[in-house]
Each structure stands twice: as structure tokens, then as C-alpha cells.
């Protein structure tokens, strides 16, 4: 698992950009001009928004996220660790594009094309 990864699966969803909005070497994804995803300038996971809080405290009582720093609680970062597979940072990504684009204007939704499967 990697930044690289991460820029893979990112760059395919419509609409997705990627800045760095507070430098040091942040990979910021955003749509809409919402950030959905963002890779710190360690590189040691991606920060991406859950549905909810209860389910940010799931997937980190469950081990499968931690606390995402200066972030809401509904946010986690999903660590570049040994047993976090190509599919489940795909989900989590996905998921979290899917929520932030929820929440854009129908006419930036409509302008923006299908929205992607959630794997």
C-alpha cells in the first residue's frame, strides 16, 4: 500500500483532483471542492471521511482504521500496514468519495457523470 496507490485508485473517480493545499507534500483529494481523501506529507495512510462517527469508532475499535489527526471524528486514516488489502483502501476511498459528493449541488452531481461502484 502506498501514495501511489492511493493516487491510483483517486485519480479514476470523476471529478477527483488532487492539491496541497497546506504544503509539506500533502496529497489532498478533493471533489466538488471537497476533500474526500488526503495523504499526509509521511505517507504512512489515507485520511477518508466515514458515513457517520459511530462508524469511525467501529472500524477503529475494530482495528482496521485509527484516529485521522485534525480531523472531524467521522474521519479515520486507513494505515499502509501489512493485512490492509488493495480492496479494502478501494472501499474506504470509494465510500468516502461517494459521501462527499452526496452532499454537492444535483447540478455539480449531474456535471460530475455516474457515480462510481462501491467495491
Same mark, same amino acid.
Given at each position: 500500500?502506498?501514495? *501511489?496507490?492511493? #493516487? &491510483?485508485?483517486?485519480?479514476?473517480?470523476?471529478? $477527483?483532483? @488532487?492539491?496541497? !493545499?497546506?504544503?509539506?507534500?500533502?496529497?489532498?483529494?478533493?471533489?466538488g471542492?471537497?476533500?474526500?481523501?488526503?495523504?499526509?506529507?509521511?505517507?504512512?495512510?489515507?485520511?477518508?471521511?466515514c458515513? *457517520?462517527?459511530? #462508524? &469511525?469508532?467501529?472500524?477503529?475499535?475494530?482495528g $482496521?482504521? @485509527?484516529?485521522? !489527526?485534525?480531523?472531524?471524528?467521522?474521519?479515520?486514516?486507513?494505515?499502509?500496514?501489512?493485512?490492509?488489502t488493495?480492496?479494502?483502501?478501494?472501499?474506504?476511498?470509494?465510500?468516502?468519495?461517494?459521501?462527499?459528493?452526496?452532499?454537492?449541488?444535483?447540478?455539480?452531481q449531474?456535471?460530475?457523470g455516474d457515480?462510481?461502484p462501491?467495491?
Amino acid at each position: 500500500m502506498s501514495r *501511489d496507490l492511493v #493516487t &491510483a485508485i483517486c485519480s479514476r473517480l470523476p471529478g $477527483a483532483v @488532487v492539491s496541497d !493545499p497546506w504544503g509539506g507534500g500533502h496529497d489532498c483529494w478533493k471533489v466538488g471542492g471537497k476533500m474526500f481523501a488526503c495523504v499526509g506529507g509521511y505517507g504512512d495512510g489515507v485520511d477518508v471521511k466515514c458515513p *457517520d462517527m459511530d #462508524t &469511525a469508532r467501529l472500524l477503529i475499535d475494530l482495528g $482496521a482504521a @485509527v484516529r485521522a !489527526p485534525y480531523m472531524h471524528a467521522s474521519w479515520v486514516r486507513a494505515v499502509f500496514r501489512e493485512g490492509l488489502t488493495e480492496a479494502d483502501l478501494q472501499h474506504r476511498i470509494v465510500t468516502s468519495y461517494r459521501q462527499i459528493r452526496a452532499g454537492l449541488t444535483r447540478k455539480v452531481q449531474a456535471a460530475l457523470g455516474d457515480l462510481p461502484p462501491v467495491a
